[in-house]
């Protein structure tokens, strides 16, 4: 259970150096274009 945890935590960790690798700006961006376009399809 313990080992879980800190399996998660590292993922975690990785994938948060990994935006900040990338550029978090490009990646908000596309999040909100990809939201935009889901609530137009909804309309």
Do not use: P, W
């Amino acid at each position: 259970m313990l080992e879980e945890k800190a399996i998660a935590m590292t993922s975690f960790n990785s994938n948060i150096e990994f935006l900040k690798a990338s550029n978090i700006r490009i990646h908000f961006i596309t999040d909100l274009t990809d939201q935009k376009e889901r609530i137009l399809k909804l309309l």
